[in-house]
């Protein structure tokens, strides 16, 4: 059983960073789509991050390019999403989510068949 476990949620100042971890664990395959899908309050989920392990290919939502940063640290099974200049319309919970290594449509948050529970980010103004 998949599980997912994420870290690093927290309250800052716009234009301050953040870095979130998602401790993964119970993978049987060889490869896995890890990503990051965010939901603020009153809005639909938005798919913010993928990367495609174990090649580190990574993707991004046109919104936090130049911004965010997704990483893998094979070793520890773990994935980080580095975030710069966070803005207040990044605040969200965000869930770390994972599907399988091949999954093509990888902005599509319900394509991703195994989510954390979340941790929260808010930016002030």
């Known amino acids: 059983q998949v599980q997912l476990v994420e870290s690093g949620g927290d309250s800052v100042q716009a234009g301050g960073s953040l870095t979130l971890s998602c401790a993964a664990s119970?993978?049987?395959?060889?490869?896995?789509?890890l990503g990051w899908v965010r939901q603020a309050p009153r809005k639909e989920r938005e798919w913010v991050a993928t990367?495609?392990?174990?090649?580190?290919?990574?993707y991004y939502t046109d919104s936090v390019k130049d911004r965010f940063t997704i990483s893998l640290d094979n070793a520890k099974n773990t994935v980080y999403l580095q975030m710069n200049s966070l803005k207040p319309e990044d605040t969200a919970m965000y869930y770390c989510?994972?599907?399988?290594?091949?999954?093509?449509?990888?902005?599509?948050?319900?394509?991703?068949?195994?989510w954390g529970r979340g941790t929260q980010v808010t930016v002030s103004s």
């Open positions: 989510v994972s599907g399988p290594a091949d999954l093509v449509q990888f902005s599509r948050p319900d394509e991703y068949t195994y």
């Open positions: 119970g993978y049987t395959d060889k490869g896995a789509c």
């Open positions: 990367i495609r392990t174990p090649y580190g290919i990574a």
